[in-house]
């Protein structure tokens, strides 16, 4: 089934935010509603246009503006994208309220993986960093796993080296690494040990017996 979504694009720079909207613009079920260079603009099409995502790069001219609209009752799904992966600017975009955070370096079907994962279900702090990075940013905690997710950490568990997991799942080693972050900034953990025990003290998989 084809996702439907209504599309926002805010970014300040004009090539990058009109070849990203072209782009979004041709997968089937998504329609881009408006475009907006900074914070200001961004609000006033999410109040006139209630798309369900905005694209929001992370050093958009008055970001800042968006964290009212998006506590009001009609607020759309906001993904975070960050042309350098620097923790601290991360950290200061957390305050906006993301459901996501990706780099502009990932692919489309990131892109557009992480789009349909997020409006078909409202998965929280999806995250495509570089695992450097995401361990150092202070991402709020949410508990909550994915069935993928806990598919990954439950082979973890049994003592399986990521390229074992990728065989087992029949995935790309890149994606349990990406898995593994997600994992590690929703239980707030640094570690494959650290989030082993801690899904399994919150039961969220099963203990080695």
Request: with cysteine.
């Amino acid at each position: 089934m084809v996702v439907q979504c209504k599309l926002v694009v805010a970014d300040g720079h004009e090539l990058f935010r009109e070849g990203l909207s072209a782009l979004c613009a041709a997968q089937p079920g998504i329609r881009v509603v408006g475009q907006a260079d900074d914070g200001q603009e961004t609000v006033s099409l999410i109040r006139r246009e209630r798309p369900d995502l905005v694209l929001l790069d992370a050093e958009l001219p008055g970001v800042g503006a968006v964290r009212t609209a998006h506590r009001e009752p009609v607020a759309p799904r906001l993904v975070m994208l960050t042309a350098h992966e620097d923790a601290q600017l991360m950290e200061r975009s957390m305050s906006v309220g993301p459901h996501a955070c990706i780099s502009k370096d990932s692919t489309r079907d990131e892109l557009f993986t992480m789009i349909r994962t997020i409006v078909s279900n409202g998965d929280r702090m999806f995250v495509s960093l570089s695992r450097g990075v995401a361990e150092q940013v202070r991402f709020p905690s949410t508990g909550h796993l994915t069935a993928r997710e806990k598919e990954v950490l439950q082979l973890v568990s049994k003592g399986f080296r990521n390229a074992q997991v990728a065989s087992s799942l029949y995935v790309a080693e890149g994606t349990v690494k990406r898995h593994l972050a997600n994992i590690y900034v929703k239980l707030g953990v640094g570690s494959r040990m650290q989030a082993v025990r801690t899904a399994v003290k919150m039961r969220l998989i099963k203990g080695i017996q």
